[in-house]
C-alpha cells in the first residue's frame, strides 16, 4: 500500500470543477454588508438630495482636461492637408498627423525615416505611409471624391516632403 507523506489538504477547487462557480456572478458578500438594505439600481434620487460630490469632481476634471489641451501650433512651412468623413492627413512644419474618428497618431520630423504614398491605379483611395527611425511603419486612408484627385494629392505631398526632408547626402 502506498502512502503519501507531507500535508494533508483538501483539494482546492477551480472554478472551472466548482459546480456552486456560475461566470458573471460576484462572490458572496461579507456578513457586514448584507446587514445593509440593498439599494435598487433602478432607484431614482430625491429631489431634495444633493448631487454626488464624486460625480461632479468627475464633470470638472473632464471639463479640465479639456480646457487644458493647447491648440496646435501655427505651421511656419508648407502645409499639406486631405481628410474625407472619417480621417484626415496632415502635413506641416511639426510633422505628419493621421486622424481616424476620435484616435489621433503625431509623428514628429526626428522620428520619421520616410513617408511614402499609394495610389492605386482605378480607385480613389489615397494612401501614405510612415516609416520610422525604429523600423516601424504606420499608414492612413483617405478616399477623394473622384479618381483623379489621389494622383494631384500625390503631387501637392511630395512638394511638401521636399521642403521638409532635406538631401543629407553628397555626391562627388
Known amino acids: 500500500m502506498e502512502h503519501r507523506t507531507g500535508q494533508n489538504s483538501p483539494p482546492v477547487h477551480a472554478a472551472g470543477t466548482d459546480p456552486a462557480f ?4 460576484p462572490p458572496p458578500r461579507p456578513a457586514e454588508a448584507e446587514e445593509s438594505p440593498p439599494v435598487a439600481a433602478d432607484a431614482v434620487p430625491d429631489a431634495h438630495s444633493e448631487p454626488e460630490p464624486k460625480a461632479e469632481a468627475e464633470a470638472a476634471e473632464a471639463e479640465a482636461a479639456v480646457a487644458e489641451e493647447e491648440p ?16 484626415s492627413i496632415t502635413v506641416d512644419s511639426t510633422g505628419v498627423t493621421f486622424r481616424l474618428d476620435d484616435e489621433t497618431a ?7 525615416g520616410a513617408v511614402e504614398t499609394g495610389i492605386p491605379r482605378f480607385g480613389r483611395r489615397f494612401t501614405v505611409t510612415v516609416h520610422t527611425t525604429r523600423r516601424r511603419s504606420y ?3 483617405v478616399e477623394a471624391p473622384n479618381r483623379s484627385l489621389p494622383k494631384q494629392w500625390a503631387t501637392e505631398l511630395d512638394t511638401v516632403l521636399d521642403s521638409y526632408f532635406e538631401d543629407t547626402g553628397t555626391s562627388n
Open 22 to 25: 456560475i461566470p458573471g456572478l
Open 139 to 141: 499608414d492612413a486612408d
Open 72 to 87: 496646435r501650433p501655427v505651421a511656419d512651412g508648407p502645409v499639406f492637408e486631405v481628410s474625407d468623413r472619417r480621417g
Open 106 to 112: 503625431e509623428f514628429g520630423w526626428a522620428e520619421i
